[in-house]
T-cell receptor
Framework: DTGVSQDPRHKITKRGQNVTFRCDPISEHNRLYWYRQTLGQGPEFLTYFQNEAQLEKSRLLSDRFSAERPKGSFSTLEIQRTEQGDSAMYLC??????????????FGQGTRLTVV | GDSVTQMEGPVTLSEEAFLTINCTYTATGYPSLFWYVQYPGEGLQLLLKATKADDKGSNKGFEATYRKETTSFHLEKGSVQVSDSAVYFCALRLTQGGSEKLVFGKGTKLTVNP
């Protein structure tokens, strides 16, 4: 297992277009998280899944954002009608529930989105 | 709400200097605390963690102690190396009430010169 994998690594899109990112978590991890990181800031939580259930969504996740994890394995994050303010690094992380002393979130390398 | 405040960067040190990066937090419950590191061109990696008050996390010569009385989790290293140049993020995780998210500080960029 090579860790959390995200695809694509970079995406340039025109304003108004839809984009979709994919995240493949570590295989035995049942929790999957999406974060967004803008330049000079720390990652901000967007949403998380336990298995296929989406358990929490941030207020940052507007109606244009949707995330799925249909089979409890990989996840997709779709942004509709992209805006320049959506330009950011989108990070995926996974972990093994339940949380405890020996569980931690492992992050992928992220997808950098540029909206022009 | 829950938040993490880190010292402003960037921090520039000479090799073998002592490093401290301050981190304080505000939380409604009893969080676990983390330091993550992001090397240039790479993803976030967990550096160390502490899950309860007075715990000390340590890894690769870095240490941080969970201080409940001062709500702090300062990162220290006695002698930094050029290879420690990276961005360091302090974070907390609350698991009460079903929330499992990490809340991050803004990050502190460290540059170590030879």
């Amino acid at each position: 297992d090579t860790g959390v994998s995200q695809d694509p690594r970079h995406k340039i899109t025109k304003r108004g277009q839809n984009v979709t990112f994919r995240c493949d978590p570590i295989s035995e991890h049942n929790r999957l998280y999406w974060y967004r990181q803008t330049l000079g800031q720390g990652p901000e939580f967007l949403t998380y899944f336990q298995n296929e259930a989406q358990l929490e969504k941030s207020r940052l996740l507007s109606d244009r954002f949707s995330a799925e994890r249909p089979k409890g394995s990989f996840s997709t994050l779709e942004i509709q009608r992209t805006e320049q303010g959506d330009s950011a690094m989108y990070l995926c992380a996974s972990s093994l529930a339940p949380s405890g002393e020996n569980t931690e979130a492992f992050f992928g390398q992220g997808t950098r989105l540029t909206v022009v | 709400g829950d938040s993490v405040t880190q010292m402003e960067g960037p921090v520039t040190l000479s090799e073998e200097a002592f490093l401290t990066i301050n981190c304080t937090y505000t939380a409604t419950g009893y969080p676990s605390l983390f330091w993550y590191v992001q090397y240039p061109g790479e993803g976030l990696q967990l550096l160390l963690k502490a899950t309860k008050a007075d715990d000390k996390g340590s890894n690769k010569g870095f240490e941080a102690t969970y201080r409940k009385e001062t709500t702090s989790f300062h990162l220290e290293k006695g002698s930094v190396q050029v290879s420690d140049s990276a961005v360091y993020f302090c974070a907390l995780r609350l698991t009460q009430g079903g929330s499992e998210k990490l809340v991050f500080g803004k990050g502190t960029k460290l540059t170590v010169n030879p």
